[in-house]
């Protein structure tokens, strides 16, 4: 008889550091992941394209008097070498720059390329979300990308061809404004699918700081260029765009359930998705809960006085197109949803100071503490810095208090006094400009960050919907295009008062922070009035 050999049996090597903090997420957790990454690119490009403009108006319009001999003689070195196109329109003397750009109006008629653009955002925006929600989210998104950098890159072969025709960048403005606005629902309706309400504050506070990632990549690659050839600060980002458009097509999940994920979203862990028991299943959870105290959320917002109960008509329940699906809401449909006209409302105001500072901060820059072009775009991008904590600090505080409106007006109320400050120190020089940049950002976008992420997301699948997922992108194009209508008035109104002074302007920014508080006064006090929101389901 044999005796069995020895078998060695030797240990298994622990696994590296990093390969068990690999496996110690869950596929599901990957895919998220990837998702937030993505839309944050993908929009943060869409932001990238929108800065130039403000960066390359110093260069647009030029006080002669205010030009060096330095600077001449680098512009004719920069002709020489091939970077300036051979034919400039001549100046009027004292002012000199790209024409038309270069005639005492010229205030005006940068306001106009602002508000043609923003005024398209705002108008495009309304029929954007319901467009939205009737065609792949992916198809959409890339079309919208690959059109705005085509027309990015537009507005700067005007520098490239020599063309001086108002009209030629004032349409360029408008298309660009209009194919843009399949952005803001398509992201925020995709990311909404993927991520729960839990920390939705917070989640959405951080992936909004594209905003300002992109505005300070606009701003320091359009600066690169804005002193020598300003068309590239155009063509450069308006490249960028369209390759994240192709990114887009080749990768983007509209929804977890596209690739068996599970989904976090709480408000469709009941989704109604059968047609033929949708309203029996309704009438069964009204009759369930009828004797079961209303929660918070409900009794904040759906109610007129926050008492007495919830009548059933306060729910929005649509039909199913073929039996199988929850019909896409309708316009009126959604402004029904309460608090979606308050924070609409909100957004405007805030909106307009927001865009204000996009659009005119780094020409007020270089008019207030005498900086060229570029340094000016440099320092301006400290404001969208500010933003960034402003963002992540809104969601932080808001998902903590579960308090939405609170949280915006507390920082609505600190953002009047010091938008004064800024006026009153910024002249005393830069240094005070960067600590009042970086105060303003935080406080300017702290509202504006929460309204256009969470609180739209919250409202979208708030659950007087009953678990209706087609709302979200619809519910977020009617916040941000009411907003978009407050950013088109905010550049346009700066371009009509600063000659008068820019302390006026500010006057004007004070004056639109009050009139957004006043808009959420009822939401706060309804809101200050209920105990204890459960966490997961807060009140917008």
């Known amino acids: 008889m ?14 590296p550091v990093g390969i068990r903090f690999l496996v110690s997420f869950s596929r599901d957790q990957w895919y998220r992941a990837f998702i937030f990454l993505l839309t944050f690119l993908l929009y943060a490009s869409f932001h990238l394209s929108r800065k130039p403009i403000s960066i390359v108006k110093g260069e647009l319009h030029k006080d ?10 680098f512009s004719s070195l920069s002709k020489q070498a091939g970077y300036l196109p051979s034919q400039q329109a001549p100046h009027n003397g004292t002012d000199c720059g790209w024409a038309p750009f270069d005639k005492d109006n010229y205030q005006q008629l940068l306001g106009a390329l602002d508000y043609s653009f923003l005024c ?9 979300g319901i467009i939205g929600e009737r065609l792949p989210i992916r198809y959409y998104l890339t079309f919208g990308m690959l059109a705005s950098g085509a027309f990015t890159a537009l507005f700067g072969l005007g520098y490239f061809y020599n063309i001086h025709n108002f009209g030629f960048y004032v349409v360029t403005q408008i298309i660009n404004g209009l194919v843009q606005t399949t952005g803001w629902p398509s992201v925020v309706a995709c990311l909404g699918n993927w991520f729960g309400k839990g920390r939705r504050g917070l989640i959405m506070g951080v992936w909004n700081s594209h905003t300002s990632v992109g505005n300070i990549l606009g701003s320091l690659i359009a600066g690169y260029w804005v002193s020598t050839c300003w068309g590239l600060s155009f063509v450069v980002p308006g490249a960028i765009v369209a390759a994240m458009g192709i990114v887009c097509f080749l990768f983007l999940i509209e929804h ?46 759906m109610l007129s006085d926050g008492k007495g109960s919830t009548h059933p008509n306060h729910f929005i329940i649509l039909p199913a ?18 608090g979606v006209v308050e924070f609409s409302l909100c957004l405007l105001f805030a909106k307009l100071v927001s865009y204000t500072f996009l659009f005119w901060l780094p020409l007020y820059i270089t008019n207030v503490d005498h900086l060229d072009a570029q340094k000016a775009g440099e320092l301006s991008t400290l404001f969208d810095v500010g933003g960034i904590f402003g963002g992540i600090l809104a969601g932080f505080i808001s998902d903590r208090l579960e308090k939405r409106a609170t949280t915006c007006g507390v920082m609505l109320l600190l953002a009047a006094p010091t938008l004064y400050i800024f006026s009153t120190i910024s002249k005393m020089g830069v ?11 935080v406080l300017v976008s702290g509202p504006y960050a929460l309204i256009t992420t969470a609180v739209s997301a919250d ?50 920014l004070m004056f639109a922070d009050a009139c957004a508080l006043l808009c959420l006064i009822r939401l706060i006090h309804k809101e200050l009035g209920c105990r204890g929101t459960p966490s997961g389901d807060q009140v917008p």
């Open 2 to 15: 044999k005796e069995a050999p020895w078998s060695v049996v030797t240990p298994m090597a622990r696994l």
């Open 64 to 73: 002669c008097a205010a030009v060096t001999r330095p600077e001449v003689q």
């Open 120 to 128: 398209a955002y705002a108008v495009g925006m309304y029929l954007s």
């Open 256 to 301: 977890p359930k596209d690739i068996k994920c599970s989904s976090t979203l709480s408000t469709h862990s009941k989704m109604y998705e059968n047609g033929t028991n949708r309203f029996r299943f309704q009438k069964h959870v009204l009759s369930s809960e009828k004797n079961k105290q209303l929660d918070p959320e409900t009794q904040c917002l």
């Open 321 to 338: 197109e073929g039996g199988n699906a929850m019909a896409p809401i309708s316009f009126t449909g959604a402004l029904r949803i309460p």
């Open 431 to 441: 240094e005070a400009t960067i600590a009042m940049l970086l105060l303003s950002g």
């Open 459 to 508: 409202l979208g699948t708030h659950k007087s919907l009953k678990g209706n997922a087609h709302a979200l992108a619809t519910v977020t194009a009617i916040i941000d295009g009411t907003g978009s209508v407050g950013a088109a008035l905010g550049p346009l109104l700066a371009g009509l008062i600063s000659p008068s002074g820019w302390n006026n302007v500010f006057y004007m």
